[in-house]
Nanobody
Framework: QVQLVESGGGLVQPGGSLRLSCAAS????????MGWYRQAPGKERESVALIYKFGGAKVEDAVKGRFTISRDSGKRTVYLQMNSLKPEDTAVYYC??????????????WGPGTRVTVSS
C-alpha cells in the first residue's frame, strides 16, 4: 500500500515562504508523475504543480513564478517551495502520485493533506 506523508504546512504572513515535503513509501520513480494539489474552503481541489518521471514539470499559472516543485529520489521525497505567499494560497495541500497515464487519474494515490494558512 502506497503511503504519502506531507509536512511543512502552517501559518505564514503574506509575502512569506514555506516548503512542503511529501515523503513516499516507495521509489518516486514508480510513478509517472508526482505533485501537489490544493483545496481552498468552499472550492474544488485544483492542481498546483507536477513533476514527471522522466523530468520536466508543470506549474499552474496561479502560482507560476512563486512556487517551485522539485524532488530528491534518494529521500523518496517531492518538495513544493512556496514564495511570495498570498492569502488566496490558503488551502489544504495534498501530495499526489499518479501511476497511470498522467492526467487520467486512473491510478492515483493521495496524502492526507497539510494545511497552509496565509494571513497577517
Amino acid at each position: 500500500q502506497v503511503q504519502l506523508v506531507e509536512s511543512g504546512g502552517g501559518l505564514v504572513q503574506p509575502g512569506g515562504s514555506l516548503r512542503l515535503s511529501c515523503a513516499a513509501s516507495e521509489s518516486i520513480f514508480s510513478f509517472n508523475a508526482m505533485g501537489w494539489y490544493r483545496q481552498a474552503p468552499g472550492k474544488e481541489r485544483e492542481s498546483v504543480a507536477l513533476i514527471y518521471k522522466f523530468g520536466g514539470a508543470k506549474v499552474e499559472d496561479a502560482v507560476k513564478g512563486r512556487f517551485t516543485i522539485s524532488r530528491d529520489s534518494g529521500k523518496r521525497t517531492v518538495y513544493l517551495q512556496m514564495n511570495s505567499l498570498k492569502p488566496e494560497d490558503t488551502a489544504v495541500y495534498y501530495c499526489n502520485a499518479q501511476r497511470g497515464i498522467v492526467g487520467t487519474h486512473s491510478d492515483d494515490y493521495w496524502g492526507p493533506g497539510t494545511r497552509v494558512t496565509v494571513s497577517s
